[in-house]
């Protein structure tokens, strides 16, 4: 998995839940 999310977007997402659904948009 490649993280291509920057540090300002990523800290809007703080539960592990948040991250893998923004994860998950990010890679479709």
């Known amino acids: 998995m490649t ?3 920057t540090t ?3 800290v809007e ?3 592990p839940m948040e ?3 923004y994860a ?3 890679a479709d």
């Open 8 to 10: 300002p977007d990523f």
């Open 13 to 15: 997402y703080e539960t």
């Open 19 to 21: 991250v893998t659904a």
């Open 3 to 5: 993280e291509e999310w």
């Open 24 to 26: 998950a948009r990010m």
